[in-house]
Antibody, heavy 121, light 105 residues
């Protein structure tokens, strides 16, 4: 049974870089049927897709984040990471990692529990 | 692609039949999903490809639609179903979600 778990600092200063890791248990990111994604949710608001990565390193992200995003996959295939640069208070959110199933049934089908990140000095 | 859900909130009772709609700003075929999110929890995928029920999801949930208009129907509400529901298009990047529909008792 695949499980995902996000980890990283809960507090980040404005203009700094937010760094999060998503660890997999019960699976590997080197499956050909899946990408691996990051989604965030500001307090009391809706969901925003940040980006997704394939095990080979191919990735794509949301243009609304203006090239501040880097998503990488660990060569051990047991975790993937998110870096978001130049953060502001608007980046305060719960950050989720998720398995991104691709193809006709393209969907985020397994999610981590989420980790709250607050941007504040 | 913008996704617009209606209503934003909905009050109902156990046993009721309810429907939530979602409209895409352009045609997306059936590249469309529904998620349920309980307070303090991660979203859970309920329905993919507009109408395919995910494994383990109760059959009282159903989805329909294609193109720009989609509907999630819960045939007989149970206490567990009171949550927020989100639609999402998977037709093209950037993947986008609706603003959510809060289903309240």
């Amino acid at each position: 049974q695949l499980q995902l778990q996000e980890s990283g600092p809960g507090l980040v200063k404005p203009s700094d870089t937010l760094s999060l890791t998503c660890a997999l248990s019960g699976g590997s990111i080197s499956s050909t049927s899946y990408y691996w994604g990051w989604i965030r949710q500001p307090p009391g608001k809706g969901l925003e897709w940040i980006g997704s990565i394939y095990y080979s390193g191919i990735n794509y992200d949301n243009p609304s984040l203006k090239s501040r995003v880097t998503i990488s996959a660990d060569t051990s295939k047991t975790h993937f990471s998110l870096k978001l640069t130049s953060v502001t208070a608007a980046d305060t959110a719960v950050y989720y990692c998720a398995r991104h199933r691709v193809g006709m049934t393209d969907a985020f089908d397994v999610w981590g529990p989420g980790t709250m990140v607050t941007v504040s000095s | 692609i913008q996704m617009t859900q209606s209503p934003s909130s909905l009050s109902a009772s156990v046993g009721d039949r309810v429907s939530i709609t979602c409209r895409a700003s352009q045609s997306i075929g059936t590249y469309f999903n529904w998620y349920q999110q309980r307070p303090g929890k991660a979203p859970k995928l309920l329905i993919s490809e507009a109408s395919s029920l995910e494994s383990g999801v109760p059959s009282r949930f159903s989805g329909s639609g294609s193109g720009t208009d989609f509907t999630l129907t819960i045939s007989s509400l149970q206490a567990d179903d009171f949550a927020t529901y989100y639609c999402q298009q998977s037709y093209s990047s950037p993947y986008t979600f609706g603003q959510g529909t809060r289903l309240e008792i």
